[in-house]
């Protein structure tokens, strides 16, 4: 008997009600299909509405009974986070599940719309704004969960509470790292707070490893031939997107997940979905500073 998490093991989602953010390519888009092949209807929040249209009618093909909508959502504005989660709350009384899912990756220098550092305001910022703005459907839906797309780069990064938007010096990997640890903060944060008001929500994270995902493919590297090399050992040495996106689905759905919980390939950077530990730079005093400085810059407090 095996003893991997697959596909096989997601239950029946029949009438369950799933967001996904970025969920027109890489791990947004393999979680949109494997949770809609158990009957969920997902939303697909997507900030470039005719590459989530053909992705959804891919997925309509390949998954006949799939129950879809895509709805437009910009991670890198909080006036497109506001806006959708009106639209969300106006059409849907449930929300199942949660899933945190879109963002960047090393980008050159850059500011979301709201002055952010493209990275942290996408990564972290907008996901943040989006939870508090759709918690209290997340509440009145029985076992429903949150879940945070984090990355192995949160393992070694830190919070530059000096310069959260590395307007001194950028460094587009420490920018990075930093988001991602935001993601863990974040769940830890949200976990405790949802605990105190005796809140059946969980809020859980999960990480894919390093796969094969559009994210790693529209890197772009500084030194030329760099980044063409990158995306070939990276389709050589690691899994398919498919495969993951199961730490977050699972994160998602296994009946076993606790709130809290983290979750990523059993080999480290690639393998199948378990619990692994958090890293050593997530603790509970960066967890409360960072929400409360999440709370003042995006102007969405809750809980």
């Known amino acids: 008997m095996s003893n991997k998490w697959t596909q096989n093991d997601i239950p029946d989602l029949t009438s369950k009600v799933v967001v996904i953010t970025g969920a027109n390519s890489g791990l ?12 969920a209807t997902v939303v697909m929040a997507c900030r470039n509405l005719n590459k ?6 891919a997925t309509r093909k390949a998954i ?13 504005n909080l006036a497109s986070v506001h806006t959708f989660a009106a639209d969300f709350t106006a059409t849907y009384d449930r929300l199942d599940i949660l899933m945190n ?7 050159p220098q850059m500011t979301t719309q709201d002055g ?5 305001g996408t990564n972290h910022l907008g996901h943040y704004a989006l939870t508090g703005l759709l918690i209290d459907t997340l509440l009145a839906t029985p076992n429903s969960r949150i879940v945070n797309v984090s990355s192995g780069a949160a393992d070694g990064a830190k919070i530059r509470f000096d310069d959260l938007m590395f307007s001194d010096e950028y460094s587009r990997f420490e920018a990075y790292g930093q988001s991602k640890l ?9 976990q405790k707070r949802l605990a105190e008001n005796k809140a059946p ?29 990158a995306k070939l050992l ?9 495969t993951g996106a199961l730490s977050q689905v699972r994160a998602a759905v296994d009946s076993s997940v606790k709130g809290g919980e983290y979750y990523g390939p059993d080999k480290g950077m690639r393998g199948w979905p378990v619990q692994v530990a958090m890293p050593d730079a997530v603790n509970a005093a960066d967890a409360a500073r960072l929400w409360e400085i999440s709370a003042d810059l995006t102007g969405v407090h809750f809980l």
């Not at 947004?28 to 009957?39: H, N, R, V």
């Not at 989530?52 to 009618?57: I, N």
């Open 28 to 39: 947004g888009l393999e979680s949109t299909k494997a949770l809609a092949a158990e009957g």
């Open 52 to 57: 989530a249209e053909m992705a959804a009618d």
């Open 64 to 76: 006949p009974n799939a129950q879809l909508a895509v709805m437009a959502l910009d991670m890198a």
């Open 101 to 107: 899912n879109a963002g960047v990756m090393a980008t």
């Open 116 to 120: 952010f550092e493209l990275q942290l």
């Open 182 to 190: 935001a993601n863990l903060l974040f769940t830890v944060e949200l």
């Open 201 to 229: 929500t969980l809020a859980v994270a999960a990480h894919p490893g390093v796969t094969s995902s559009n994210l790693v493919s529209s890197m772009r590297m500084p030194v030329p031939g760099i980044t063409t090399l």
């Open 234 to 242: 990276t389709r050589l040495m690691f899994p398919d997107t498919a």
